[in-house]
């Protein structure tokens, strides 16, 4: 099974401020990679697909970079609706698998 | 308007059965991929199986002979019958459209095995 390692595990953030996330697979995915939000008590949102294209609906601030092995999730500037935690996903192979999220919490 | 509901989540004792059942509107299961994802606080968030257009099954693992994956195209529904519970089968359940990144997820229901 590919695993996912997210760094770091939680961040503290204000709004306003430029949030990077980084997730590395333990062998290569291409940019089979995807980014989700999740917030207390509800489903994973999916935020980013194939590494860098941005879901329709999901404002511009949020993008990603990256192939391979090592991607990033970067916030450009926090909103108050961003903080939850954020996972990474690949999709190259089976079993898909999941980081273990990076949770962005109020400084 | 996509709507993916999951009933059918509860209390079994270790070696028992339940069926989840997703309701999905705004969208047609038999033509697209649909999958069950789970996830507890331990071991966060584990794709458990996904069924295609064609028909085409995968099961993780640690379901694999113990879990069927199926959906009923008439009633627009998808099934995930679990039998042989474990204790590690604990966790909420989700419903979601596709198979590479789901873009449509249900609000999950929680299965708890315990005796």
């Known amino acids: 099974d590919i695993r996912m390692t997210q760094s770091p595990s939680s961040v503290s953030a204000s709004v306003g401020d430029r949030v990077t996330i980084t997730c590395r697979a333990s062998?290569?995915?291409?940019?089979?990679l995807a980014w989700y939000q999740q917030k207390p008590g509800k489903a994973p949102r999916l935020l980013i697909y194939?590494?860098?294209s941005l879901l329709t609906g999901v404002p511009s601030r949020f993008s990603g970079s990256g192939s391979g092995t090592d991607f990033t999730l970067t916030i450009s500037s926090l909103q108050p609706e961003d903080f939850a935690t954020y996972y990474c996903?690949?999709?190259?192979?089976?079993?898909?698998?999941f980081g273990r999220g990076t949770k962005v919490e109020v400084k | 308007e996509v709507r993916l509901v999951e009933t059918g989540g509860g209390l079994s004792q270790p070696g028992g059965s339940l069926r989840l059942s997703c309701a999905v509107s705004?969208?047609?299961?038999?033509?697209?991929?649909m999958s069950w994802v789970r996830q507890t606080p331990l071991k966060g968030l584990e794709w458990v199986s996904f069924?295609?257009?064609?028909?085409?099954?995968y099961y993780a693992d640690s379901v694999t002979g113990r879990f069927t994956i199926s959906r009923d195209t008439f009633r627009n529904m998808l099934f995930l019958q679990m039998n042989s519970l474990r204790d590690d089968d604990t966790a909420i359940y989700y419903c979601?459209?596709?198979?590479?990144?789901?873009?449509?997820w249900g609000q999950g229901t929680l299965v708890t095995v315990s005796s």
């Open positions: 979601a459209r596709g198979h590479w990144w789901p873009d449509y």
């Open positions: 705004g969208l047609t299961v038999g033509t697209t991929y």
């Open positions: 069924i295609s257009d064609g028909g085409d099954i």
């Open positions: 062998q290569g995915v291409g940019n089979w």
């Open positions: 194939a590494a860098s």
């Open positions: 996903q690949q999709a190259n192979s089976l079993p898909r698998t």
